[in-house]
């Protein structure tokens, strides 16, 4: 397991601190939270859960399974 050392002002600390114990965590373990939920690259699941929630989007068709009509083709 790896280690680093940061740097904090004391108001930057006393927050650290006071969440840490708010949720019952150790330091490190309360940071390793945090860094993982915001350096994750995938979208979080309250936010996939709203894609397609707004009717009145203005990209939606009013029919979401109708089809374009089809373009004539050209013959070879």
């Not at 601190?17 to 939920?37: E, F, M």
């Not at 989007?57 to 089809?70: G, K, M, S, V």
């Amino acid at each position: 397991m790896s280690q680093i050392t940061l740097y904090l002002d004391d108001a930057t600390q006393a927050l650290v601190d006071q969440a840490a114990k708010a949720h019952g965590l150790s330091k490190s373990r309360w940071v390793t939270d945090i860094i993982r939920k915001y350096a994750a690259h995938e979208w979080p699941q309250d936010c996939l859960a709203l894609a397609g929630r707004f009717a009145d989007f203005p990209l939606r068709e009013e029919n979401p399974h109708a089809q374009p009509d089809d373009v004539p083709r050209l013959g070879f």
